[in-house]
């Protein structure tokens, strides 16, 4: 190929990673359904593709759109995603949604065993009966969920804070898992000691796969702080915005949102209230402030 054509083919794709993935309306032609991109990270499910076919298709229907997941495995290359006016909306944790409040906008909240709250679980092996908190877990093997979690990793971290310890200090080793299913395989299978996970994520798996949390137990159980929630970018058009969140509120009132629901282990969603993750922001607090 010449110079010339390589050059040329590098400035085409320089354009086409510079247009915004699936954007609202900038995708749609007419008498086409407009696109959504609705990012997400794997959360807990091991048949994750088929609820989220069943999930698009659904939001689909309601909204008179084309909706479609885009995963990551981390919170970090969603929220940059979200940054970039790449996604229309995700499913975010509370943490980087109170940390990027300048590019992501909040649209619904989980409704989870009747409120818009959930724990940070501690858990440790079924052997060890004598662990009730992460202070007495010094020169351990600990695993985080991810560094962008609030439960898999500010939530433990702060615990320390709290305590005067150095958590850089603390542990023999940690490590993180990049999905709270996967701190539940490594306590369970020895790699680590203890760890920290979404308590949501866990009573799901604990429900519909009770064999793999057969050999953990939950040693300690958070505050409650605001559920993991839906945020949209920025610049998300306001009639746009509306319609995906109605489509989201109103997934309990239909037969087909129900059954995803269902799966998904949750009561419904339930409009934005910021207040819910004051909480959080009092951990961000703490963690900035560090250890005495």
């Avoid at 989220?52 to 969603?78: H, P, T």
């Avoid at 940054?83 to 975010?92: I, P």
């Avoid at 724990?119 to 992460?134: C, E």
């Avoid at 129900?258 to 934005?272: A, E, H, I």
Wanted: aromatic residues 10%.
């Amino acid at each position: 190929m010449s110079p010339i054509r390589n050059i040329r083919r590098r400035q085409i794709l320089r354009f086409a990673l510079s247009v915004p993935l699936l954007s609202y309306f900038k995708v749609a032609v007419a008498n086409e359904n407009p696109a959504v991109a609705f990012g997400t990270t794997a959360v807990f499910l091991d048949n994750e593709i088929s609820l989220l076919e069943q999930w698009s298709r659904e939001l689909g229907d309601v909204c008179s759109a084309d909706v479609r997941f885009v995963q990551r495995n981390s919170y970090r290359e969603i929220d940059d995603l979200i940054a970039d006016n790449r996604l229309d909306l995700a499913w975010v944790c509370g943490f980087p949604y109170v940390t990027h409040e300048e590019t992501m906008r909040l649209m619904a909240i989980p409704d989870y065993l009747g409120q818009p709250l959930y724990h940070s679980y501690l858990i440790v092996p079924s052997s060890d009966a004598h662990t009730t908190h992460i202070t007495q877990l010094r020169n351990r093997v600990f695993a985080f969920s991810d560094p962008g979690s609030n439960s898999g990793f500010l939530v433990p971290t702060t615990e320390l804070i709290r305590a005067g310890i150095r958590p850089t200090r603390f542990f023999r080793k940690s490590f993180f898992t990049y999905a709270h299913r996967k701190v539940i395989d490594a306590v369970t299978s020895g790699l680590a000691d203890a760890g920290e996970i979404d308590g949501y994520v866990y009573d799901t798996i604990q429900k519909q796969y009770p064999e793999r949390t057969r050999d953990v137990r939950v040693a300690w159980r958070s505050p409650l702080y605001g559920f993991p929630p839906i945020v949209a970018r920025r610049s998300l058009d306001e009639e746009s915005f509306l319609r995906i969140q109605r489509a989201l509120v109103g997934m309990k009132d239909q037969p087909a949102g129900r059954d995803v629901l269902q799966r998904l282990n949750l009561d419904g969603f339930v409009p934005d209230d910021d207040k819910v993750f004051d909480g959080i922001r009092r951990l961000v607090a703490i963690l900035n402030a560090g250890p005495v």
